[in-house]
């Protein structure tokens, strides 16, 4: 079945150690989006790929980078968590330009980041 | 600043209770409102709203869209245990893909 896929489910990490936390899709959608979601919080969108341009929101931090290699892959690096930055980190994806019905976003289930 | 209000905040049912959950938005350019069902991984998508007046059901879910009053509602009847969930919504403007979310309603059903 088509669908997102994040790895790993669990990540734990030490304060100010280097993630990657990955997504992948197969559902050949152009658009990827980074959201994180903290414990009874909506979904905070952190930036988002449409196709090869990156679109960062304005108040995500430096801290948080990202890399789409292809249109299957996207990776979001923390470059030096803290423990603020302990969250769940959904990826979606949808495609722009087809039609209402295309424009739903589908999510992968999430990584859990802790940060010790 | 784009806002999306979810009411209530939190909800405790019997199975069999019909639940009503709300939704309120002030957004700049209204193009979609999406409902989506989140338990303990992922939102998975219920609806997508864009025409005011017309309702979208599936099952005993079911979900309007009210563009004069810019609102949404989610009901649920005969609710079961497996419905509990935060229910997520959302709205998407013309300027683009993305999606703002409200803070969500979270939905417990007892046996």
């Known amino acids: 079945d088509a669908m997102v896929i994040q790895n790993p489910r669990y990540q734990v990490t030490q304060f100010g150690k280097p993630v990657t936390l990955s997504c992948s899709q197969t559902l050949n959608h152009n658009v990827m989006y980074w959201y994180q979601q903290k414990s009874s919080q909506a979904p905070k969108l952190l930036f988002h790929?449409?196709?090869?341009?990156?679109?960062n929101e304005a108040d995500t931090p430096d801290n948080f980078q990202s890399r789409r290699p292809n249109t299957s892959f996207c990776f979001l690096d923390i470059r030096s968590p803290g423990l603020g930055d302990a969250a769940m980190y959904l990826c979606?994806?949808?495609?722009?330009?087809?039609?209402?019905?295309?424009?739903?976003?589908?999510f992968g289930a999430g990584t859990r980041l802790s940060v010790l | 600043e784009d806002k999306v209000v979810q009411s209530p905040l939190s909800l405790v049912v019997h199975e069999g209770d019909t639940v009503t959950l709300n939704c309120s938005y002030e957004v700049t350019n209204f193009r979609s409102l999406l409902w989506y069902k989140q338990e303990k991984k992922a939102p998975t998508f219920l609806f997508m709203l864009t025409s005011s007046g017309i309702e979208k059901k599936s099952g005993r879910l079911s979900s309007i869209l009210d563009k004069k009053e810019l609102s949404s509602i989610l009901n649920i009847t005969a609710t079961q245990t497996g419905d509990s969930a935060i229910y997520l919504c959302a709205v998407e403007e013309n300027a683009g893909n993305m999606l703002t979310f409200g803070g969500g309603t979270r939905l417990m059903v007892k046996p």
């Open positions: 790929y449409y196709d090869k341009d990156f679109n």
């Open positions: 979606a994806t949808s495609r722009a330009g087809g039609g209402w019905a295309k424009n739903i976003q589908y």
